[in-house]
């Protein structure tokens, strides 16, 4: 395959050390090094996706995308990353048009599932080189969804790399991009002021975005601070693995309740709603309050003045006016379209890492 | 690109003019002669499909169609042109697997929608080099509708071309591959009688293909005849297009509700069925009396017959026994289904034109 | 297209003898001859799967799946097939996002039913070089199902290759790939026992796969054993079949109801639910009845040892702890991942045979 390669992206690509075991659950697993050498992939394939379209490194290996919950953004980034690279990308919709699952061990189904975890991980391990998955939480049950059990089950049989395409506990493929769009904003990204601000939202979100927001700028060495409400909370192992990365990369982590002094000297203001992860099982409606008393937490242009203009971010889908204003959105401070781009490129170079021969 | 084509498409090609913002809303967008230069290129690509289908001229290239409404041939035929020449078809159901969406500006997110068409055109336009768009207009609504605002807010923010896969007013691809076919079936299309004849169907249909069919056989000089039953005329402006497309290639548009005296002489009998536009926003139900009592507006064998065979045109899908007779379909008179597998060329030069780079 | 293919591949697709009219509706059209060759070509596309996956010799070239009924495997093991000869999957699911279809004829459409199978099928024949075809029978009416009517009509009017991708009568992919999983078993399948062994399970299942699963063993001379509990007899004409192709390949087939005699001196334990033939309509309900009595027709790990080991073998999916124990599925004797597996190669080998030129 290497021959099909421009230099600039073998070079790079050679740069990626494979990780153990290969999956992409966390975004975590390729080590701060591994994490910033597929950085510098996406960068590469970046300049060269025009001689990557015609030489099509991926011909004949596929990457099959699983989704359990909706999508844009994730499986339209995906089908072109591999598209860029002549990769076939597989989309299948459980639940649509396909069998409902089980995942739980030493079971007798006789129930509604029709298909074990077991087999169709499996199946599809032999069908692609490597299988993405994206379920969302069930809510009110934090203590069990935050291992990302059903991403585990699937990367214990698909016996191929699995790449997590939103779970519980992160979304990686934002966060590779989001560091991309972290280095593609700033010369040297180490030292800036990195704000997560927590926004109101009618719904009760997960964590994963958060979550992996601040460990794609702590892997930057930026100056990380998290700023929300009391109750909304971070898990605890994802504040801590913030931290370390943080330390390991001359970085550093504060978290406040104080948005005002957050905000203070902030270069990216990342705005993210989440619920709280002890809140109840409804994931819709109950919030409506949270946005009456919380509706200063929404970002405006002020915000992002205060000194130096700051860049905005967010991962998109967004609600214009309850967690940003629009003139943010549609000003020449908003980076959320070169996020949403990010993905491609980001995607592309796991692709290339995870199917190379 | 260019070295990837065959001489005749490169040919072709190069006489396909690009116009002012690359959209296609009503297809009426290239004029009247940039129109005939795509049909000449559909030509050139239809003989040249096997030498496209191995240089791949559009390799790496995507399309995103969006489809708010269902689709059999549009989606299949637009997935084809884009293998024929190696492009990526992104296929994106909104509302089934994906977020529903807000079009209205100053908007405050709070209710179910969770994206805005800002942000979800945007995002499709740097994952896409042209978006394509379905979306049935609101019955009742005409006065709003008619201006297409689901796609002009898409084209507005897309940032690429976009391609109207059916709207309110126009179904451009369909009239493209209607005038191919026209071109196909006549060495002379000009002068010869094109008629447009309503017919019975449950539901009140759009306009869209009685639209854009209109404005095909007026491209190509026809002597054009519309009858319909009093109460369905077609939008003002539509036909005024029509007219205007007619002189200005040497043809004629005539409307009449004679339908007898409209099929003396035809040469082509284009049957549609479509609801008035002042009618009730009901979609269904309610019109079993049109087809009662407009039964002798179907399309018979004997209507082709009265003369010359005339040649019977429908885009399909079409209610056998209701708007036409089984016979005729079955018959050698049809060219329902040249006309659909010239959606494939039609739209393979719209690519070639739009993605080149 | 031949100068594509690797040798080995070019001179098994030519032992492939084109067969009449080139439809795959029960898989047994090409004949025993036919079939074989059928196999040789899959095993020698699975060895050239890297040569093949750049050569891409069917590029351009376009197979349509128009699924009725829900799919995994089928589904992603035929877009696999097609990317790995660089054909296009055209992936149709009516009924979600098409229209829904007409299938009698002379009948007046002023229904719910928007489009005839007769314009359906010949435009997808028009966009595909073969159409794919999933549809489950209807409960309750086995003698009209069981000519597989739905099939019939797109093959009628289709224009190209028409395959089954499982009807009411059989599964011929899935037949062709068990039969590619018994070579890849024994070097010689010739007399070894095959045994078919009916397994409970809360629906009443169709019989398409029993019946392919047959075919399949008795096409390589295998002695088939047959075993199942009364009221659970398979299509008289599928074992005539069967029956048929023993004798011309030197096996022979046999039909059991004592399960203990027929698992003795096995080879081979394919375990598949079926509900009876005449059945009542519902397909699910009233079988809880059928597991809790026939519970003893579970396959077990001691089942399959007693003698020489035997391979325990599936369609998949599969409910555990009803059709077939845990340990059976996890351990060294199950081909159940072979089979899904074999399902890419055997498809490929077909879509080679009907769509070189």
Known sequence: MTDLLPAAVATALARV??????HFLTGLEPGLEGHNALLELAVAIRSEQQALARSRPLAGR???????????????SMAVACAKLGAHFLDLQPGTAMWTMEFNDEVVMDGTAA????????????????????????RGQWERERSQPVHKAFAAHA??????????????????????????????????RFVLSWAPHPKQL???VPHSALWAAASQGMEVVLTHPEDFDLDREALALADGLARQSGGSLRI??????????????????????SGPASTLGGHADVIASHSDWRVTEADLRRGAPARFMHCLPVRRGVVVDDAVLDGELSSVLDQADNRVWAQAALL??????
Chains 1, 2, 3 share one sequence.
């Open 256 to 277: 406040t309740h104080d948005r005002d002094a957050a905000l203070d000297g902030a270069h990216v203001v990342y705005a993210k709603s989440w619920g709280a992860l």
């Open 206 to 208: 997960p964590v994963a």
């Open 115 to 138: 298909e074990h975890v077991r087999e169709a991980a499996a199946v599809l391990g032999r069908y692609a080189d490597a299988v993405g998955l994206r379920a969302f939480p069930t």
């Open 159 to 192: 016996g191929v790399p699995l790449v997590n395409l939103e779970g519980p506990f992160a979304h990686p493929c934002q966060g590779l991009a989001d560091a991309l769009t972290l280095r593609d904003l700033f010369a040297e990204p180490a030292g800036k």
């Open 352 to 357: 290339l890492a995870l199917l190379r021969r």
């Open 17 to 22: 050390t494979p990780w153990d075991d290969a």
């Open 62 to 76: 596929v990457f099959a995308g699983m989704f359990f919950d909706p999508s844009l953004r994730t499986r339209a």
